[in-house]
């Protein structure tokens, strides 16, 4: 496998880890109702993310700088606002994976930007 592939994958995998918080946060949600709404309006953000990193990972072949743009400002955001919160294992394990990802796609940039 190339860079170009190793990033896509990582894309996806990313996009599958933001599915697996989404749906754990919504089966821990009723340890705490008193936060239930906030617990849900975050899952719910979560799948929409993994949804867009998903459409990314499709559209990244067609060399758009748009979708290329769009997966690097969401990459960049789970890298820092995380730090806002309180950061435990999970949390750097997963800006870890953004970083990772991140760089990836930056080093096969001229396969996913248009000539």
Do not use: H
């Not at 990244?60 to 606002?81: D, Y």
């Amino acid at each position: 496998m190339n860079t170009a592939q190793w990033s896509r994958f990582m894309v996806l995998l990313t996009a599958g880890v933001l599915s697996f918080f989404s749906v754990a946060s919504l089966v821990r949600i009723g340890e705490k109702p008193e936060i239930a709404a906030w617990v849900a309006f975050y899952s719910f953000m979560m799948l929409i993310e993994s949804a867009a990193l998903l459409f990314c990972y499709f559209r990244l072949p067609q060399r758009s700088k748009t979708i290329f743009g769009l997966v690097t400002a969401i990459l960049a955001l789970n890298i820092i606002l995380p730090i806002f919160d309180q950061v435990g294992l999970a949390d750097i394990l997963f800006i870890v994976l953004n970083v990772a990802v991140l760089a990836l796609l930056y080093s096969a940039r001229k396969e996913f930007l248009p000539a």
